[in-house]
């Protein structure tokens, strides 16, 4: 077996040994009910063995390391990072969209609609990923001011670096691919027709996905049907992703508090800890909006994920709901007790 420092060159950047008489690779693709994992002696097709799915870990992501054993995955590796979303639909499971990354692409077009809140909502996620995020700003050759248009993104993604790229013309390219280092993954992220594949494919110097023509409103059309690591020509990793038509939040109440510092920032100063941000007195949030310090469409979006994240940690945490309850069985006594409310009221 070779040495784990052959592996530095997927992605392994850990000091333990692995497990002696096993060989490690990492998870490229998902299909079909097999894995194609990348190893030290090259790419191969294995099966997952049930102890994956019965995983903690949820059953394996493309960027996973597992441990082999002749035909078969066995065991998966604790991650290190992990961008996680909540299933589509009408559930509460969480999917790992990919595991072990160290920085988190987040795509978006400068073409089409505003972007602003559909950013603000990937950042909240990758924050809470454990990897560094990045917006790439895709389509550059097709915007008219590609100054302005980066200008308002880096004013809401605080802390985030905002680069423009043009797969056609090549600009901004050598920015990302400074990012991606030797042995160094990412992960693209973002919703359909924003240009991931076409940035994947430039970033790779070859077609790694398929694309389709730009419709007339400037915005492609989905092609990537599956998670898949590519291995890049400066030695970089990529995890190209298919778009996501809904990104829903699984616990990512300390993320939303990162991507929207400034809101979080501002509620500190406010009179009172438990401020609702309603008009109460000397609520600061308020006072920033008034005096125009604070877009008021940030701050409602920032109100709106901290209760979409709320509502999701009830429906996974038990001992949260039963908090919950008694919370509002608190506030409906507290209610009526008020000594102001007619007599009669309080006694129903």
Not at 23 to 31: E, Q, S, T
Not at 166 to 176: K, N, R, Y
Not at 226 to 244: I, K, N, S
Not at 307 to 315: K, S
């Given at each position: 077996?070779?040495?784990?420092?052959?592996?530095?060159?997927?992605?392994?950047?850990?000091?333990?040994?692995?497990?002696?008489?096993?060989?490690?690779?990492?998870?490229?693709?998902?299909?079909?009910?097999?894995?194609?994992?990348?190893?030290?002696?090259?790419?191969?097709?294995?099966?997952?063995?049930?102890?994956?799915?019965?995983?903690?870990?949820?059953?394996?992501?493309?960027?996973?390391?597992?441990?082999?054993?002749?035909?078969?995955?066995?065991?998966?590796?604790?991650?290190?990072?992990?961008?996680?979303?909540?299933?589509?639909?009408?559930?509460?499971?969480?999917?790992?969209?990919?595991?072990?990354?160290?920085?988190?692409?987040?795509?978006?077009?400068?073409?089409?609609?505003?972007?602003?809140?559909?950013?603000?909502?990937?950042?909240?996620?990758?924050?809470?990923?454990g990897a560094?995020?990045v917006v790439?700003?895709?389509?550059?050759?097709?915007?008219?001011?590609?100054?302005?248009?980066?200008?308002?993104?880096?004013?809401?993604?605080?802390?985030?670096?905002?680069?423009?790229?043009?797969?056609?013309?090549?600009?901004?390219?050598?920015?990302?691919?400074?990012?991606?280092?030797?042995?160094?993954?990412?992960?693209?992220?973002?919703?359909?027709?924003?240009?991931?594949?076409?940035?994947?494919?430039?970033?790779?110097?070859?077609?790694?996905?398929?694309?389709?023509?730009?419709?007339?409103?400037?915005?492609?059309?989905?092609?990537?049907?599956?998670?898949?690591?590519?291995?890049?020509?400066?030695?970089?990793?990529?995890?190209?992703?298919?778009?996501?038509?809904e990104l829903?939040?699984?616990?990512?109440?300390?993320?939303?508090?990162?991507?929207?510092?400034?809101?979080?920032?501002?509620?500190?100063?406010?009179?009172?800890?438990?401020?609702?941000?309603?008009?109460?007195?000397?609520?600061?949030?308020?006072?920033?909006?008034?005096?125009?310090?604070?877009?008021?469409?940030?701050?409602?979006?920032?109100?709106?994920?901290?209760?979409?994240?709320?509502?999701?940690?009830?429906?996974?945490?038990?001992?949260?709901?039963?908090?919950?309850?008694?919370?509002?069985?608190?506030?409906?006594?507290?209610?009526?007790?008020?000594?102001?409310?007619?007599?009669?009221?309080?006694?129903?």
């Amino acid at each position: 077996m070779r040495p784990v420092t052959d592996l530095s060159s997927l992605g392994w950047g850990r000091s333990d040994e692995p497990p002696c008489g096993v060989v490690l690779a990492r998870v490229a693709r998902i299909d079909r009910g097999r894995l194609t994992v990348l190893t030290a002696e090259g790419e191969r097709r294995v099966v997952p063995g049930r102890a994956l799915h019965e995983s903690e870990l949820g059953g394996p992501a493309v960027g996973d390391w597992v441990v082999l054993r002749g035909e078969l995955a066995t065991e998966i590796l604790p991650r290190k990072s992990a961008f996680v979303r909540t299933v589509a639909g009408r559930t509460s499971a969480a999917q790992v969209v990919a595991a072990n990354v160290d920085v988190v692409l987040v795509v978006d077009a400068m073409t089409g609609d505003a972007r602003l809140r559909r950013v603000e909502r990937y950042l909240a996620v990758a924050w809470s990923s454990g990897a560094t995020p990045v917006v790439v700003l895709t389509k550059a050759d097709l915007c008219a001011d590609v100054a302005a248009a980066v200008a308002a993104v880096r004013e809401d993604a605080i802390g985030v670096e905002v680069l423009p790229v043009s797969s056609v013309t090549g600009e901004g390219l050598d920015a990302v691919r400074a990012l991606l280092g030797p042995g160094r993954t990412a992960a693209m992220v973002g919703p359909s027709g924003v240009g991931k594949s076409s940035l994947a494919n430039a970033l790779a110097g070859r077609t790694v996905a398929g694309t389709h023509e730009i419709r007339e409103d400037g915005r492609g059309r989905h092609t990537t049907t599956a998670r898949e690591l590519h291995v890049l020509p400066g030695g970089g990793l990529l995890v190209d992703t298919p778009g996501m038509r809904e990104l829903a939040l699984y616990d990512d109440e300390d993320g939303i508090e990162t991507a929207y510092a400034d809101v979080a920032e501002l509620a500190q100063d406010c009179r009172f800890r438990d401020c609702g941000h309603r008009g109460e007195p000397g609520c600061a949030v308020a006072a920033a909006i008034e005096d125009g310090r604070l877009d008021p469409a940030r701050f409602t979006a920032w109100r709106k994920l901290q209760a979409e994240a709320h509502r999701q940690r009830l429906r996974v945490d038990a001992r949260a709901r039963a908090e919950e309850r008694a919370r509002l069985r608190s506030f409906h006594r507290a209610l009526k007790d008020q000594p102001n409310r007619p007599r009669a009221e309080r006694a129903r």
